[in-house]
């Protein structure tokens, strides 16, 4: 069985397991306060292109996102995101828990617009007598594995600015987004269109970790008290400075993102030319093919993948995720299967 | 100007404001500790035919829901609502703000159903990466006059068991709920359909005032924590006491509704008759007859009232309430414009 | 059996309670938008002597330190007060409740002091492992009946200014404070020393209601917000503003705080004279005797009042209270059976 | 320079880094379904001879503690601590965050008493005025580094058991615990007298992570949630199965344990020999000799180590920390330093 599950099946990219290994004995102070840390953390920034950045690690997305939107908002401020958004959608109401309502809205192959942000202050217009919509939440690449264009996310940002809403963009996926075919965002516009946003390690190289990275570092200075109380302080904080280190040595984070996207594009298109359909259009290490129940209980005599979405009676849409650690062969393989099982018909 | 904006323009019912004056200077024991409140509680027992329920005074209808909600749920769990709900529209996210998601589903005429319970739990399937729904929140009258029918609830509540989700119904038109002419509930049936609900006081006679009554004292015994923790206690709590033990008396809390509803009835016959539609069926003392923006101008000009939802480019619903502070001539006086403004068509 | 066990044991002073009378039939709108409450903001604008200042009624003191409290901090910020401070001592963890630590250090004879500020700043130093002190919490009068004087409440407020910390005054018994006879603070001086601060109606004239009054309207203009969140907007909003009305017409607040003051004068200095010791220097509405057991247990067959603290074996520190409501009289038989007590001796 | 400063100064035992090694590129389910999970969960409920306890591993201490404890109590529920515990002191407000109070009482040794609880329950006795005392947290080992006897412990759970009062566990240092000379504790014992508690390894052989234990799978259920809503659920999941794994295969966790408390005992023994005086009577991993200034700054030289408490105008304790990564090498040198510094007297 190969598993097209996730992009978190298995564990590091072996240069940052290398690193892990090699420092092991090295006796370092506690909680990120080390030189390694501080190395990673000047790697990002020119990375970004934005020295002055203030850039804290954590351990994973659902802390990132609670640290960050807890930090900036203030008790009666609620943060908008789009329909299946994964704060409102995957995390188990850890912002509610933090004191914050998530209001969704519709988006468009799931990315929120400007005009989705304006229906949610719309909604929410009744003062004081409805929460106070304050922040943006975007992901890149989104959940459906679609991307942001740079006119895309530079209109929000504008309409953010000009309604005094803050925006941050969860980059759970951004090295797959970033290295998108279609994409024309930089990490260095994301400094500047955005507040706050993170990089996310675990989905792309990492055993784990994110790096969340403040525009202005006088946007919230005490973050380093919630990255703690948050319970988002790890003890040994040189393993995540190690981890982003190495990523973000010689470019590795955006080269193992492309081999993931290329890998992926190489199995959709395929499958369209064997005349399957997709549920959205997806450029990035996600895609959802559109495959009848008896092709769907076929493949998955071999394969593990995530049932999606029913289409209808007959038909369901799958993912299949690939990664930096997915191999080509088994993606050749897969693609064998799929084909003939259309050629068959 | 007389305004038929909401049933809590005017202060409290003669017989209310007279029992705060005889007691004025009597000295009772602080936070609801006094023979006043006892008497009251007795009284709401009676009236409930439900001797050992745990009833509590506290101000008002979000301190109500906030308080009962936080006390009951467990922190990981959500409350569901209809969409719409008092909670989710018009509390300012309390609930949220005590850590807790509120779970919309779409209902029929503001109320909701089983089939709307079943595709929250549907909605919210995916363990542990979402809340836990483990409450459900209704409100009768709704958010748009409706009531609950005997069966309806029972179903509710039949569901809720089935499900071990704790029921809970907002009482703030309870009053007027109850004595609807198509109404067939009764407090008795609250008392066994619900695990807790409150009575209101602030729009049914009382300055101010809800009672929350717990149907079994064992499933929060500790809720006087919670109400003191929320600053829903008050320091001279036999006001609240005082003011429910006189609702409570004589039956006047259903009389004054009935007089409430039997205003907003007669309004809406005479309406009706003169050709208005109407945005919902309600039975109780909101009603929403729907009208065009000169007649909406000239109906201004005497009468203060809500505009509720546009129609469509010509015409507009809006809301009378009637309460049992509304004079009946005032009642026959917008009558006789709303008519005249048909006939003069 | 006559009750000197607190100051809310009455209703309304009769002004505050015709006057509710005199309204009660008139129409308002809801939730404090009514001219009866622009009034009672402008009167209290003038008492204060500071025009801009923002003011919210709510309904009472733990609804007023919460909702002030969670308004003005951030997440990892923590309160500083002294022990025994209402909000630590008696609000069931109120403020820990909306997420954050309230931090107590010793004072002097009820009163925090700058070195208790330092205090709690050098013992919270361990940044980010320990919470963020960014405000202080005081109350005039103290627990234990004291008062501030100037000079302190300066010390106090430079010190603040100069640690940035908010300073906030809770005035529950800010009457009986500012009418103490060795008070030298006025409300104006309250307005430029602290930040936020509420004067108390509960405790002196009002059926209930206290009023927060933010000196500099920036400093958080989205307060109405938090009010209706933590439950504190009351749907009769007039009520608030008409009890406060009267209470700031022709200076009534003062006047009756300073009837509760002199009766526990003439207490206290009888009781003097008679050789009773105190458990501390009240000039305010509260004084604490030290009786011996057989004394308490007499005094107990006539009055009610609170047995404040074991002082010894043998005798204890017990706690009368005078109010707007207190008569005189009956302070006289107190007197005179105290006095007699000790006569026999 | 060689760092006695703490006990996560290095990474993981060689062997729990081989078998994460060897795991890179299996594939696993996310979340810690996967089987390397349960089959470390099936070594320590071996270990800890309880069958039927529930097992859940987060990342860090401050995680395990916020989870458990936020799980446990409901709203106005608090926890209580011995002063200095590491929740109130050294986790920026974590639990506070959550809605509750921690109560923090005096000590022995650092470890709490009955007589301590008791105090807390004399404290808050003040029903509903006072949050209500829930649950009892300690530590073993403490933050001072002593330990709880079999017979103080059975006393506390007695205590807790009789007073309905939860007892939960910080084991972040139970390994150097459990092998101190003078302990008669075992994993069992703990299954038997506490609620929860949980086993450390970020401080004892892993990278990180703590494994928390519901003794009766029934105290709660829904952990799970609350797990992925602080936080705390590694998408890796496995990561932390293979390093329990590990660390619970063939007794390494007591082994390397006991190598900590040796070298701790050989320094501990050595320094009071020469003469040398101790803040606390520690038989674990962490001493706390007590130096004068000179001495502190000559050691300062060689090693890193931590200035705990000033004793003195001329004296102060500091800190050594052993652990599974010290090498003995380097403990001899540090006792022939000291030694040669008492010797030159």
């Known amino acids: 069985m190969y598993s097209f599950t996730c992009d978190y099946s298995e564990g590091a990219h072996p240069n940052v397991l290398k690193k892990l290994q090699e420092l092991n004995y090295v006796q ?22 934005n020295p002055k950045a203030s850039i804290y690690f954590v351990i994973g997305g659902t802390q990132a996102n609670m640290a960050v939107i807890s930090a900036l908002l203030r008790t009666p401020e609620a943060v908008i995101c789009v329909e299946g958004g994964h704060i409102f959608a995957h995390e188990t109401g850890a912002i509610e828990a933090t004191g914050h309502r998530v209001i969704t809205v519709p988006g468009i192959q799931g990315k929120l617009t400007p005009a989705g942000i304006q229906k949610a202050l719309d909604d929410y217009f009744m003062r004081p007598h409805m929460v106070k919509p304050a922040m943006v939440y975007v992901s890149d690449a989104t959940e459906v594995g679609t991307i942001y264009k740079k006119a895309e996310l530079q209109a929000i940002s504008d309409f953010c600015r000009a309604h005094k809403l803050l925006l941050y963009l969860d980059g ?17 516009d994301l400094t500047e269109l955005t507040d706050a946003f993170y990089i996310g390690g675990t989905k792309n190289g990492a055993l784990f970790g994110e790096a969340i990275v403040f525009n202005d570092p006088k946007l919230y200075p005490d973050f380093d008290y919630v990255r703690k109380e948050r319970g988002a302080l790890l003890a ?12 973000f040595k010689d470019d590795l984070y955006f080269k193992i993102a492309r081999h993931a996207n290329m890998l992926a594009k190489k199995l959709a298109s395929a499958l369209k030319e064997a005349g399957y359909d997709f549920l959205a259009e997806s450029t990035t290490n996600q895609i959802f093919p559109i495959v009848t129940k008896e092709e769907m209980a076929f493949l998955a005599q071999k394969y593990v993948f995530e049932e999606w979405q029913p289409i209808d009676e007959h038909r369901t849409a799958i993912r299949f995720v690939t990664s930096w650690a997915t191999d080509e062969e088994h993606v050749d393989e897969l693609i064998s299967d799929c084909v003939a099982l259309r050629t068959n018909d």
Chains 1, 2, 3, 4 share one sequence.
């Open 28 to 49: 370092h102070p506690g909680y990120g306060e080390d030189t390694v840390t501080d190395e990673a953390i000047e790697r990002i920034r020119q990375s970004i292109g």
């Open 172 to 188: 759970a996926r951004l090295g797959s987004a970033l290295t998108a075919e279609d994409n024309d965002l930089t990490l260095h």
């Open 236 to 247: 040994k904080g040189w393993l995540l400075g190690a981890q982003f280190g190495e990523l």
